[in-house]
């Protein structure tokens, strides 16, 4: 056990339930956030709070990054009283922000002219898994870098898989991953909603696709939400209208066709123009459900 | 442990595997197809060759179906020595054909009227599991016929799901369930082929997906003839060019947009343009491949 004290910049729904796996895993944690709720969670389990990323960098050499997107670690990082600023030379960030892989390597640039090393370890697994420690990271980096950081990542983790030593190939292992995942819950919706219109009873039809060829970890995970009429936004439709976008502009950028994925992203396109941005993603299946006069099972109460 | 005979008509990589199991269960199989090599493989396992459907209708009250369309369907039922003349009035039909819920429910009403019952029990889990009686069955009917076919059933099923009353409602579920296991796959090699188009190696970007939320049985079931350069048909192209064609099919005649499938099959459809159609359905990462000029994993020879 390594008595290091570690950072956490971003307390919300990940960066939270990290940085409390990490005071659980017995590590001296400090922490920051804009959301004042956010910080007093974080306190109260045991975090040390710090009022700005400079505090951070000056209290912990290895710090954990999460907020939205490129545009936000920029800030928290250059910023001013930003994180850059007051590391150590020898410090370590390991972004795990959901952005471009050429944003990822840019910012990994701009770090390493200043002697800081970067981690791009873009995450899975959800809220829930982070709190209990076992958050999943795409890490890429050098390897002495990973090296010294593994401590505090496997504080946190369930897996650490390495795809690579250069910052963006993690990001880039996201963006794929987010592929997947926002295609197959855009499938999920068109799929369920399809069978509601021809008359199957959403139960069944669960049933038979979690337990055949058809099934996908989203379509399990999701389509209880519609069974329940429960919307209540563990992860929102915005975050896909997002993440998506990102695949699609990787694609550009690549000059790789996509056609899947942008079918899919215009369904989570559709579902925010329609009013459902910040519900769960699987209200993508409303999107069907309005067009065709379509009754979804209804909530508890 | 019944001593009733069961029919079984298309012999090929599931129906086959379906007869197989039946004997193997201890049942007295009469089986027929076109093809001498499927008939003469069934005759080794130990089932009864018959020379035409109607042959299999006078030694069977119960039979299974398992032909490639509701094309074929009808001319084993209703054509010259077909199933239909010969069989008794208590007679069952179990269709495990792949159509139209439109055409299950009508071929479901002429076989009525003839006084023979029909069960619409589409299938998944592939040759394999056939062969080891562990066949889902996607099961929609009259209670009293699928009760009546029940012994059948169990010994050649994993599970047998009922999903309805009416038939129709097996074929729509089974519509339903090829839209996502298509979509899945289309979307599997879209990411793969990004992925590889980002630099990531191929295996490592597979470990990811599989241990995180993006998985679907189908990533974790397909990817893998990719990484070992395998397009030995285990299923082809052109089955999901004609699955994703009853899905879009089902969709138009509800009059319901599938704007996620639809891409899904314009990609199985481009795999099949360039050649692709009799090789595993996997080949449809070539599309990607071909495009971008991206170097696939080669097999072992």
């Known amino acids: 056990m390594s008595n290091e004290p570690v950072g956490v910049i971003g307390l919300g729904a990940i960066g939270g339930g990290v940085a409390r796996s990490l005071v659980n895993a017995g590590l001296v944690v400090h922490g920051c956030d804009l959301n004042p709720d956010a910080m007093a969670k974080f306190v109260d389990a045991g975090g040390h709070a710090a009022d700005r990323p400079a505090t951070v960098g000056k209290a912990a050499r290895v710090v954990f990054l999460f907020v939205i997107n490129a545009g936000q670690a920029r800030t928290v990082l250059f910023g001013d009283t930003g994180l850059a600023e007051a590391m150590p030379s020898d410090g370590i960030v390991i972004s795990c922000v959901t952005m471009a892989p050429s944003e990822a390597a840019a910012i990994g640039e701009e770090l390493g002219a200043k002697g800081i090393r970067m981690i791009d370890a873009p995450t899975s697994g959800g809220a829930a898994n982070a709190a209990a420690g076992k958050t ?33 190939q993690g990001s880039a292992v996201k963006v794929v991953h987010q592929l997947l995942a926002g295609v197959h819950i855009s499938a999920a919706m068109e799929a369920m909603a399809l069978g509601m219109k021809m008359n199957i009873e959403p139960g069944a039809l669960y049933d038979v696709v979690t337990g055949c060829a058809g099934n996908s970890w989203m379509f399990e995970n999701r389509v209880p939400h519609v069974l329940d009429g429960d919307y209540t936004p563990l992860s929102s439709v915005e975050i896909f209208v997002k993440d998506l976008g990102l695949v699609l502009d990787a694609g550009k950028q690549e000059r790789f066709p996509l056609p899947v994925a942008a079918a899919a992203h215009q369904q989570f396109l559709a579902a925010s123009a329609a009013g459902y941005g910040l519900e769960d993603d699987a209200a993508v299946i409303k999107v069907y459900a309005d067009l065709a006069g379509l009754k979804l099972p209804e909530g508890k109460d």
Chains 1, 2 share one sequence.
Request: aromatic share 10%.
């Open 136 to 168: 999943k990271f795409m890490a890429a980096g050098a390897p002495e870098a990973i090296e010294g950081a593994m401590f505090a990542l496997q504080a946190a983790a369930d897996t650490v898989y390495r795809v690579g030593d250069d910052i963006g």
